[in-house]
């Protein structure tokens, strides 16, 4: 049975979010490495176990352990959905079997899944690639800069990388070239 914490442990536990003195409650309880954290199971026990401790650091040392991390998720299980399920891009939760895209989540009341446009060929559809040509979609605001970039001739993949790299000047600078080529 271990001691304590190794320091390779006790470093990663500080970068979740504890401090010396959750460390110290730690010991005190009983829980003195990784493994220990798999029999305290939930994120909720440990909050109990170490007063103070805030439940998103005690739900991040819990997924860092094996254990529950508070999402629903049992300890050590793996969740495996067919490949018809669709979660709520704003709010993740699971939308019934008779769901179809464009519909509004049964949660949060958003689109669940929203329809974008493809700055490659043109088609729509929802999800993160275009199921005619394979692009990834970019957000619906830079659509006209991932057409300009198109034009100015980079490649298919490179197109939403190179969006999500830019600077907000550099993004300027380009919505000054669209508007340029519009008027």
Not at 42 to 52: C, K
């Amino acid at each position: 049975m271990a001691k304590g914490f190794s320091t390779l442990e006790k470093n990663i536990l500080k970068a979740k979010g504890l401090t010396a003195a959750h460390l110290q409650k730690l010991l005190k309880a009983g829980i003195r490495g990784r493994e220990d954290f798999r029999t305290v199971g939930t994120a909720a026990t440990l909050s109990e176990l170490v007063p103070g401790l805030r439940s998103e650091v005690a739900q991040a040392v819990m997924a860092w352990a094996g254990g529950d991390s508070g999402d629903g998720t049992p300890p050590g299980k793996v969740v495996i959905d067919s490949s018809d399920v669709v979660y709520c891009v704003h709010c993740k939760t699971k939308q019934p079997k008779d769901y179809h895209s464009g519909d509004l989540c049964i949660s949060c009341g958003k689109q669940a899944e929203p329809i974008l446009a493809c700055f490659w060929c043109s088609s729509s559809g929802p999800g993160k690639f275009c199921r005619q040509c394979g692009a990834e979609f970019v957000p619906t605001a830079e659509l006209d800069l991932a057409v300009l970039l198109k034009r100015d001739g980079l490649p298919k993949d490179e197109v939403p990388r190179k969006l999500k790299s830019m600077s907000p000047a550099e993004k300027d600078a380009l919505w000054g070239r669209v508007r340029k080529s519009r008027g």
